[in-house]
């Protein structure tokens, strides 16, 4: 059975950058887009990135565009979330999902991911 589990949060000071990893299990990864999502208490989980199989198609929220950038490495089956200029409020719970959609539609939308993962804590101070 496919799982995901992320790795790489932390406590980081305002202007520190932080790099998210998300190993996958599963002969499939490749064919799969995938995506980063964040939740803090009290808010909706919100969509951060998003990347399609092959890599060559990035998506993000305007809220980080410019500062966070998500890559994937198939042959590793390892997706990425390299965060620079973290600001307190990108502290949350980030997690790593599978897109159940294979269109290039919809990647803001939590309901089309269909597996997710534990979740890691990134926590920035001002």
């Known amino acids: 059975q496919v799982q995901l589990v992320e790795s790489g949060g932390g406590l980081v000071q305002a202007g520190g950058s932080l790099r998210l990893s998300c190993a996958a299990s599963?002969?499939?990864?490749?064919?799969?887009?995938m995506g980063w999502f964040r939740q803090a208490p009290g808010n909706e989980r919100e969509f951060v990135a998003g990347?399609?199989?092959?890599?060559?198609?990035?998506y993000y929220a305007d809220s980080v565009k410019g500062r966070f950038t998500i890559s994937r490495d198939n042959a590793k089956n390892t997706v990425y979330l390299q965060m620079n200029t973290l600001q307190p409020e990108d502290t949350a719970l980030y997690y790593c999902?599978?897109?159940?959609?294979?269109?290039?539609?919809?990647?803001?939308?939590?309901?089309?991911?269909?597996?997710w993962g534990q979740g890691t804590q990134v926590t920035v101070s001002s």
């Open positions: 999902a599978r897109k159940a959609d294979p269109s290039g539609a919809n990647w803001y939308r939590a309901g089309v991911y269909d597996l």
């Open positions: 599963g002969r499939t990864f490749s064919t799969v887009n």
């Open positions: 990347i399609n199989w092959s890599g060559v198609n990035t």
